[in-house]
């Protein structure tokens, strides 16, 4: 079966073979960064232009189609734009803490892409702890959004900072509740084993109603997480203007917006390989030759398959539901999601002594 | 029964959500059929405006050159922002007399919001909303226009 760790390996072999061990690793560090930094350029270009195509398809429009074929291109006009404009920087902001904002989020969303597993073998960082991983460092950015709103010396971007803030930090509960119910049933913090414990089935279907549970209060907290509307309280374009980057223009905007959406491919990449499988092909039990057909499938195709699915389901929400105040966005949390997601914490862990899923 | 009213409440947002969702789920599935964008400098053969688009007055008139006005300047008066002047002349008729008329119909579009107010107020219909609206012109002089044709007269038998 072909697959990408040949490449890889044969590629680390030869850096080994030519280079002393240090400089070897120092370019495997070079070639990666490369790679990720190519994976979100692109992906700033793809989801920016799916998320205004299915905005138009949803609410009747035509979307953009004057720029290149179908206007395919019309991002890429975009970037060039913004590329163009100039990075202003107020008077009365901390200009340090203005101008370091949007890398910190950047960053942020670039190191969660480590432990990430994008095909069988394709890996960054095997971390023994990968799930934790992402938990921990995803819970910095909020770090970088608070940073920019304080230093804009702007009521709007205060405001909105604040809300991300108080946002962030209770959605992020229920979202690592519904993550350990897939770590319960597992036993494992590593992707890789997260992945291979899904090659009977992926969770959703093996683990049943208390892991569609989680499923959907992960979903839910995840779009929380990244303030995507139902809950872009932080932007608010309707309040706040633009929330915490109000003050924020050309290319530093420009890196808090593809951060955005480089976050959405992360939650949702996250999604995929607990729930979903990861480049888990669709297995089901013993059908042995229907298993090897879908096995022809690249792992790749499966991976970036499901996460783009999972993403299409969070524009859809956004394109869909209206924003949620924000007693009620901390009533959802509080009261339901929260108390839901332990009760189901409990029913997971008992199917899981039990054995009661497939 | 608390339990009872709080998963009660969890189906009744799912639910709804979900009903949502299946609507936008559908438009993004027949996006083909249901688009309503006109693509407009592309499709202007063929643009349907909606019926309820005001985009300027007019004054029709039929082809011995006649219209409706009668120079009552009701129009005028209904005008909230002095859109309308009306300039009057006294004409003679047939029989000898005097019969007041319409000289000029000064219609300042620029000024104009389309409020419908003045077609409302016309008590013989002489005037109408018509639905070109490609306005622009390099001179705001133009936008000030006179509505009756020239050597126009009132149709007979209006009063």
């Known amino acids: ?10 590629v680390n072999a030869w850096l080994y073979q030519q280079f002393p061990p240090t400089l070897a690793l120092l370019l495997q560090f070079v070639i990666v960064g490369i790679l990720v930094i190519t994976l979100f350029s692109i992906l700033g270009l793809v989801l920016i232009m799916m998320e205004r195509r299915v905005a138009a398809w949803m609410q009747l429009r035509l979307g953009p189609n004057r720029v290149g074929p179908r206007g395919m291109f019309q991002t890429v006009a975009d970037t060039v734009k913004l590329i163009m404009k100039e990075g202003m920087t107020p008077n009365g902001a901390d200009k340090l803490m203005f101008n370091l904002a949007p890398y ?5 969303s670039m190191v969660i892409m480590a432990p990430l597993m994008f095909a069988d073998g394709f890996q960054i960082w095997d971390i023994n702890i990968g799930v934790f991983f992402i938990t921990a460092i995803s819970s910095v950015s909020v770090i970088g959004i608070l940073m920019a709103g304080w230093a804009s010396n702007n009521k709007y971007s205060l405001l909105g900072a604040m809300r991300s803030g108080a946002q962030i930090v209770s959605y992020e509960l229920s979202a690592g509740l519904s993550i350990i119910t897939i770590v ?11 992945i291979a414990a899904q090659q009977t ?3 959703i279907f093996k683990g049943h109603i208390p892991v569609l549970i989680s499923f959907v209060i992960f979903i839910i907290a995840v779009t929380a997480e990244t303030n995507r509307a139902p809950f872009d309280l932080a932007e608010a374009e309707s309040e706040l203007t633009a929330g915490f980057h109000t003050e924020y223009s050309g290319m530093k905007f420009a890196l808090f917006f593809l951060a955005e959406y480089v976050n959405i491919f992360v939650v949702c990449a996250i999604g995929a390989t607990l729930f979903l499988g990861g480049w888990m092909p669709f297995h089901i039990g013993s059908w042995e030759s229907f298993n090897h057909i879908m096995d022809y499938i690249p792992s790749s195709v499966w991976f970036f398959g499901k996460t783009f699915f999972l993403i299409f389901v969070i524009m859809w929400f956004r394109w869909t539901f209206p924003r949620l105040r924000i007693d009620q966005l901390l009533n959802l949390e509080w009261k339901y999601l929260l108390p839901i997601s332990m009760f189901n914490l409990i029913l997971v862990t008992l199917m899981a002594i039990m054995g009661w899923h497939f | ?10 189906w009744g947002a799912i639910s709804s959500l979900l009903k949502g969702m299946k609507l936008t789920g ?6 083909n059929k249901e688009a309503i964008t006109e693509q407009y400098p592309d499709n202007r053969k063929t643009l349907k405006m909606a019926d309820r688009f005001r985009g300027e007055v007019v004054m029709p008139h039929d082809e011995n050159n006649e219209h409706a006005c009668t120079g009552c300047t009701a129009c005028e008066l209904a005008c909230p922002n002095g859109t309308i002047k009306i300039i009057t002349k006294m004409e003679p008729t047939p029989e000898g007399k005097k019969k007041k008329a319409i000289d000029t119909f000064v219609y300042r579009l620029e000024l104009c919001t389309m409020c419908n107010l003045c077609v409302e107020a016309c008590p013989t219909g002489a005037i109408k909303m018509d639905q070109t609206f490609e306005h622009s012109v390099f001179d705001r002089r133009l936008l000030t226009k006179k509505l009756n044709k020239p050597d126009s007269k009132v149709r007979e038998g209006v009063e």
């Open chain 2, 26 to 31: 559908y438009y993004f599935m027949h996006h």
């Open chain 1, 184 to 194: 319960i049933l597992t036993g494992s913090l590593q992707v890789s084993e997260i």
């Open chain 1, 104 to 108: 910190i989020v950047m960053m942020v």
């Open chain 2, 1 to 10: 029964m608390f339990i009872k009213e709080y998963i009660k409440d969890v």
């Open chain 1, 201 to 203: 089935g992926w969770w």
């Open chain 1, 1 to 10: 079966m072909f697959s990408l760790s040949h490449i890889t390996d044969l």
